[in-house]
């Protein structure tokens, strides 16, 4: 069964730094590109970042560009996303997802990790 389990939130002041991670199993992680999402209280899910399969190419959120950064191991089965810079608007329930082929859509999200910016 596909497994997405992230982890690393947690409570850190504006401006600061969290490297969340995802480590995922029951499916060949290296041949997915895989999205972070985010949901903030009373809101919907947003897309912040997506990495391809080797992890050449990134794309971020303009909300998060330049203080996000996304990364993998795929030899641990793993995704990363180093966030710095944070800002109380980053608030939020973070997942990890695997995208569906030809869509900007996702089957498989984790049970996420909270990231609370506050001072």
């Known amino acids: 069964q596909v497994q997405l389990v992230e982890s690393g939130g947690g409570l850190v002041q504006p401006g600061g730094s969290l490297r969340l991670s995802c480590a995922a199993s029951?499916?060949?992680?290296?041949?997915?590109?895989m999205y972070w999402v985010r949901q903030a209280p009373g809101k919907g899910f947003e897309w912040v970042s997506i990495?391809?399969?080797?992890?050449?190419?990134?794309h971020y959120a303009a909300s998060v560009k330049d203080r996000f950064t996304i990364s993998r191991d795929n030899a641990k089965n793993t995704l990363y996303l180093q966030m710095s810079s944070l800002k109380p608007e980053d608030t939020a329930a973070y997942y990890c997802?695997?995208?569906?082929?030809?869509?900007?859509?996702?089957?498989?999200w984790g049970q996420g990790t909270q990231v609370t910016v506050s001072s």
């Open positions: 997802a695997r995208p569906v082929a030809n869509s900007r859509g996702y089957d498989y």
């Open positions: 029951g499916f060949t992680f290296s041949s997915y590109w």
């Open positions: 990495i391809n399969t080797g992890g050449e190419i990134a």
